[in-house]
């Protein structure tokens, strides 16, 4: 069973950046896909990335151009670059894996981010 851990949220101005990390506690990181999606406040959880066990990127529209995410297979880590941050991006971001082929998914705790003056 993975375990995910995320870290690296906060409050930051609007404009300004954050990265968020998320640790997987599996020896077999390689083999997941990864996803971050956020929940902001009284609205449903949404996609915003994934990297596949490829390598492979995608994004949501809404932040194509300002976030990217990354992994490092060493670390079992994968990383969210968010640059040029907007209130709208104000939400709890939640890491998410799946193992390739199969269904199941595991999500980690989730990690706030708060864009505000």
């Known amino acids: 069973q993975v375990q995910l851990e995320e870290s690296g949220g906060g409050w930051v101005q609007p404009g300004g950046s954050l990265r968020l990390s998320c640790v997987a506690s599996?020896?077999?990181?390689?083999?997941?896909?990864m996803r971050w999606y956020r929940q902001a406040p009284g609205k449903p959880r949404e996609f915003v990335s994934v990297v596949t066990d490829d390598g492979s990127t995608d994004y949501a529209d809404s932040v194509k151009g300002r976030f990217t995410m990354s992994r490092d297979n060493a670390k079992n880590t994968v990383y969210l670059q968010m640059n040029s941050l907007k209130p709208e991006d104000t939400a709890v971001y939640y890491c998410?894996?799946?193992?390739?082929?199969?269904?199941?998914?595991?999500w980690g705790q989730g990690i706030p981010v708060t864009v505000s003056s």
């Open positions: 599996v020896s077999t990181f390689s083999l997941y896909h």
């Open positions: 998410n894996a799946q193992q390739i082929l199969l269904i199941k998914e595991t």
